[in-house]
Every structure is written in C-alpha cells, then in structure tokens.
Antibody, heavy 116, light 107 residues
C-alpha cells in the first residue's frame, strides 16, 4: 500500500533552517510528484511547492521562493523539504502529499515550532 | 495567481440536512483543475472531488461537485456526523496550487 512517512517534530530558533523528510513506499517513486502543504495554528491549508522526483524539477509558491528547497533521493525514495530563515510565522504542521486524482496520499505531518 | 474565495466561512447545520459550499475563483478555472478536500481535526486532509465533479476513490455519493468558470459548489446531500469538518477548494494542474481559505461545517 502507498505510504508517506515523515520525519519527527522539530523545534528551531528564528533565523534557522529546518529539513523535513518524506519517505515514500508502495509505488514507483519517480511516477508521481510530491507536494508540500502546511497548516499554521488556527489557519487554513497553504500549498508550498511540488517536486517531480523523476527529473528533479521543483516549483514553489511565490511566497516561499528563495527560502524553500525541495530535493529527492531516488535511492531511498525520499523527498526533502528545506525551509530557511525561519520565523514564528513558520510554526506549522507540514505535510507531504501525493496529489494525483482519483486518489491522494498524505504523510502524517511534521510539526515545526519556531521559538526563541 | 488565481485567488479562491470560499463562502460561507462557517456553516451551521444538523445531521440529515443538506450542505452547500461555494468556491469562487478570481479568474476562470478549467473544470479539469478544481478539487475539494475535507479536513478533520487531527487527520490529514482527504481529497473528495477532482475535476470539479468527479468523486475521488472511496468517497460516498452524498458528496457531489458542480460548477464551471469561476463558480464552483460542493454539495453534501444528507449530512452524517463525520462530515462536520473544514472543507477547502483547490486549483491544481498549474502552479500555484492555491487553496481557498476554507469553510467550517459545524453542528
């Protein structure tokens, strides 16, 4: 079965970077794009960006350009999301997701807390 | 960038009633690229509708989507207790894959 398993919770100081991993299994890793979506406390869903693991191309929402780096390791079927220059506004639950209709698959979420 | 505006912000209904949720786009959206998600507290979001009107895998037929151009609707014909959640529309296929701000469906 398709599974996306994310790395554990992180606590970071303002100005630092965080790297969240998302390990895929149960399907051919390079066949599907992986998206990153976050939800800050009390807020809605926010799409951050997408990586095509087949050709290692990425697209980020304009808000995150210059701060968001998405990479992949095909040998371990893992996608990474690196967000730099963190502020308290980046405190959120971060999800990786395979969003390809008619079925979607999501990781369990990784809580990133930014606090001094 | 397409902006999606959902209404109402909160919808208060009872089990068994019909829910109608709206999503308006700032510019025309191909029906191929409009989706609806359900998000329950403590769970990952779940795809309900794609292509504006197609139910995703395993979604009950009480959920239906309609619309075209700039106006889209999610209808839940008879609310079940587990349907009380937050619902988001999303445009996809071309970046950015913007979400609407959500409609909270509560009892």
């Amino acid at each position: 079965q398709v599974q996306l398993v994310q790395s554990g919770a992180e606590v970071k100081k303002p100005g630092a970077s965080v790297k969240v991993s998302c390990k895929a299994s149960g399907y051919t890793f390079t066949d599907y794009h992986i998206h990153w979506v976050r939800q800050a406390p009390g807020q809605g869903l926010e799409w951050m960006g997408v990586i095509n693991p087949s050709v290692d191309s990425t697209t980020s929402a304009q808000k995150f350009q210059g701060r968001l780096t998405m990479t992949r390791d095909t040998s371990t079927s893992t996608v990474y999301m690196d967000l730099s220059s963190l502020s308290s506004d980046d405190t959120a639950l971060y999800y990786c997701a395979r969003l390809k209709a008619p079925a979607d698959y999501w990781g369990q979420g990784t809580l990133v807390t930014v606090s001094s | 960038e397409i902006v999606l505006t959902q209404s109402p912000g909160t919808l208060c209904l009872s089990p068994g009633e019909r829910a109608t949720l709206s999503c308006r786009a700032s510019q025309g959206v191909s029906t191929m690229y409009l989706a609806w998600y359900q998000h329950r507290p403590g769970q990952a979001p779940r795809l309900l509708i794609y292509g504006a009107s197609n139910r995703a895998t395993g979604i009950p037929d009480r959920f239906s989507g309609s619309g075209s151009g700039t106006d889209f609707t999610l209808t839940i014909s008879r609310l079940e207790p587990e349907d009380f959640a937050v619902y988001y529309c999303q445009v996809y296929g071309i970046s950015p894959y913007t979400f609407g701000q959500g409609t909270k469906l509560e009892i």
